[in-house]
Structure formats: C-alpha cells, structure tokens
C-alpha cells in the first residue's frame, strides 16, 4: 500500500493506494485485483475486497465504487449506498464518516481530495479522456456546491498511473489534446508523441484554486513497473485493477 504524506499528515482519515501483490487472484490477474468486469472470478474479487477492508478496518459493504465510463459525471453518496450501488460515473464525493470511496485503475490516475475544514473527501478517476473533460476541476466545484469546500483547502494526492515516460500517442490523440487547451502535456522523443495526463491535471487543479503545496503527485508509473502494479497498456488490456482508497474516519 502507498500512501501519501500529505494526507497521512492530515487529521480524521484513511488513504491508500493499493498494489498488486497480496490477493488470492491467479494471472493475469494476480493477485489483489479489485475490479469485477475484467474477467476474473468473482468469489477471489470478493475475498480481495474483504482483505483489503480488513486492512483499513471498514466494513466491506459500506464501500462505494463506481461503474465507471470516462465521463465527468460526479456523485454525491448518500449513507445508504454502499457496496451493491455502484453508481456509473467518474467520481464520488461524500462527508459521511466511516463511508469509504474507491475509484479502480490500471494506467488512469487514481485521484484522492480531502476537504480538512469540511471534512469531505472524494475520489476521482481520471485518465485521459476524464482529463480532457476536467473531472477533477469539476470535482472541486461540486465539493464547493456540495459541503462549501474552499478549494484553496483541499488536499489532491495523484496516485501512481502511467508516466509520459510509456503513454505514447497517435497525431489524432495529440490533436484532440491540443484542441482541449492541453497542448503543454504533450511532448516529442525519437519522432513519438507521448502524453503526460498527471500534467493536465495538476494544472486543472491548481485552476481550481488548490495551491501546488497542496498537490501531491505519486510518480510510480504503473507501466514501467508491472511488478508492482497492473497496466491496461503494458500487458495488452487483460489485466486487473488496483485502488485508491480513502474513508474519513
Ligand atoms: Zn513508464
């Protein structure tokens, strides 16, 4: 488990961001995937999932993920949704206490905000198509809406995902990415074009009005190091999925 020392620092919760190693899941998906659409079986996800709940100390019902889709849809919990909701969207937000959120990658940027004056938190998936919309900047704006979060308070942690070391593109992509206003993140070695969504969406969250101290981003990339770490490009799509996990206390 990984975790970040900014919000490690921080009073009244629990972060993390989950690793390969550690679950009962045979190849490819060993072994602590967490994601059910992938292919594996279904009875292994669930005694993963209870691990990982163990490990936190939540109960294993209580945790809401997502359906997700690559959209900027955001989700406000209520305390009855729990395990079985899974809501389809890109992000979720709540200040129950004891309700934990989790958002799944492999390569797409887990994104965890903590709201410490509100106390709210939120978890966001953000890979480059959740990027190009600004999910995370609007993320900060429904906390805003939602619990009165002054962005100039929360805390962003960026969990490890690809690195523009291996996210190599096509001219299409790199358009697409100009086009967005973007064109900062892309850069050129050897005649490839590669992209570097950790880039965006730093700059949509200071944007946002987060300061830089108030950002941390977790360099690991997930497709140098599948050792560590499940990557949808590195093994060619069939793989599992990690978390990044976050539960006010
Ligand atoms: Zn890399």
Do not use: W
Request: aromatic share 6%; glycine share 10%; charged share 20%.
């Amino acid at each position: 488990m990984i975790t970040s020392k900014l919000l490690a620092e921080a009073e009244g919760l629990l972060h993390g961001f989950t690793e390969r190693q550690g679950g009962g899941s045979d190849a490819p998906y060993a072994s602590l995937n967490l994601a059910y659409h992938v292919g594996d079986d279904a009875v292994v996800v669930d005694a993963n999932h209870a691990l990982l709940a163990e490990q936190f100390g939540y109960a294993p019902e209580r945790l809401v993920h997502m359906r997700q889709v690559h959209s900027d849809r955001i989700v406000r919990c209520t305390p009855e949704m729990g395990f079985e909701s899974r809501p389809e969207c890109d992000a979720l937000m709540t200040d129950i206490g004891g309700q934990p959120l989790m958002v799944m990658v492999a390569d797409c940027t887990p994104v965890l905000l903590f709201d410490p004056r509100r106390r709210a938190v939120a978890a966001v998936h953000a890979g480059r198509a959740g990027a190009l919309k600004n999910i995370v900047g609007k993320t900060v704006a429904a906390m805003h809406d939602a619990y009165g979060s002054n962005p100039a308070d929360l805390l962003a942690v960026l969990g490890p995902s690809i690195g523009s070391c291996c996210y190599e593109i096509g001219p299409e992509v790199a358009a697409e990415v100009e086009a967005a206003g973007c064109g900062t993140a892309l850069s050129l070695r050897d005649g490839r074009r590669y992209l570097d969504v950790n880039r965006i969406l730093v700059q949509q969250l200071e944007a946002a009005g987060l300061s830089a101290g108030h950002i941390d981003l977790l360099a690991a990339c997930t497709a140098c190091a599948t050792d560590r770490f499940f990557s949808y490009r590195a093994e060619g799509g069939t793989t599992g999925r990690q978390a990044g996990v976050i539960v006010l206390k």
